[in-house]
C-alpha cells in the first residue's frame, strides 16, 4: 500500500529530507563555507551526493546559499534562533560529546548532527571544543551495515513493531553458535558502559522473555507490520536497575566480596550498582553485597581487582574466579 512506513520510496524522500537538514546545519555552524568532499565525510556520503544535495538546498528548499572558491556557504538568516541553555547545561552538552568521542569507536552522522544541532547554545570556547571533538570522531572507522541496523532497530522502536533478526550469539570456548532468527519486540536500545557498544533488549517471542542482543551481532533486520502493545510503563527500567551493566535478562544473584584494605577507600567511594551495601571490617578490609542480573558483567568487574579482591558468595562464581585466576598464572609459570 502506498505511503506506507514500509514504502521503499518513502523511506528515501525521509531520509533525503533528513539529510538536507544535517547539510543545511552543517553549513550554518562552518560560515567561512564547506567543501563538497568534506560535507560528504561528514554525513558518510559520496562527494557527488553532498554536491547534489548543496544545489537542492536552494534549488528545492530555497535557502539563500552562495558558493566561492569551491567552498559552499549558507546565510545565516536562514535558521531560527539557536537553543538558549544555562552555562550550567552547555557543560552537560559538552561533557556528552566528550564521552561519545571517547568512546564511538564507529562514526554515526546522525550522531553528529544531533550534538551540531546542540552546540548552537554553547559559548564560544565550548562550540568550539565541540567541533574538534566531532572532527575526532569523524575519523572513526565506517560501519554502514551497523548504522542501517540502528537507523532500522530505532524506527521500529519508535512505531511499535515487532522486527526479525538473523542474530550471531557470542564465542564460548572457541566455538561459535549458527545465526539463529528471532522475533523481537524492541523495548529499548541501550548502550554499555563495560563495552562501549549498543544493546537491543526486548520481548523474544521465540525465547518467551526479555533478552538482550549486541547489534554487532545483528546480521539482518526486517520490520514487519506486526504492532505490539508497549511493556507496563517503568517496567523494563526497573529489570534494567537489577543489571550489572546491559544485562537484565539472568536470574536476580546475591554477590558477596571481600576487598582488602588497600582497595577499600577505593571501592567505598563509589556507587557500583543500586543495590550495593557495604562493610568496613577491623582489620580494614570491606564487605561488599550487591543482589544483580546474573554473574556474566559482575564477573569482569571483580577479575579487574586482581588479588585485592576474593568472591564469599555464590560458591559458583567464587569458583570460576578462582578457576581463571588459576589459569591466569599458569601463563606466567615459567
Partial sequence: ????????????????VARLARVANLLRHNPEGMRAEDIGIRLGVSKRTAYRDLVALEGEL?????SEGGRWGILDS??????????????????????????????????????????EGLPGP??????????????????????EH?????????????????????????????VRKATVRPFLIEPSTQTHALYLIGFDEERQGLRTFKIERIRSVTVTPRAFEPPEAGSVERLMRGAWDIIADQPATSVVVRFSSAVASRVAETVWHSSQVFETQQDGTLIWRATVSGTIEVRLWI?????DATVLEPEALRSDIAATLSRASAHYTT
Fill in 303 to 307: 577479575l579487574s581487582w586482581g588479588d
Fill in 78 to 119: 536562514s535558521f531560527l534562533p539557536p537553543l538558549k541553555l544555562t552555562t550550567s547545561e552547555a557543560m552537560a552538552v559538552f561533557l556528552a560529546t566528550r564521552l561519545m568521542v571517547r568512546y564511538a569507536d564507529k562514526y554515526d552522522p546522525d550522531l553528529a548532527s544531533a550534538f551540531e544541532k546542540l552546540s
Fill in 126 to 147: 565550548l562550540t568550539e571544543h565541540v567541533a574538534r571533538s566531532l572532527d575526532v570522531l569523524q575519523r572513526a572507522s565506517r560501519a554502514p551495515d551497523f548504522v
Fill in 1 to 16: 500500500m502506498a505511503g506506507t512506513s514500509d514504502d521503499p520510496e518513502t523511506t528515501a524522500k525521509r531520509d533525503r
Fill in 150 to 178: 540502528v537507523h532500522t532497530l530505532t524506527r521500529a522502536w519508535a512505531e511499535r513493531r515487532v522486527v526479525e533478526i538473523g542474530y550471531a550469539p557470542a564465542v564460548y570456548e572457541g566455538r561459535a553458535a549458527d
Fill in 62 to 66: 530555497q535557502m539563500p546559499t552562495w
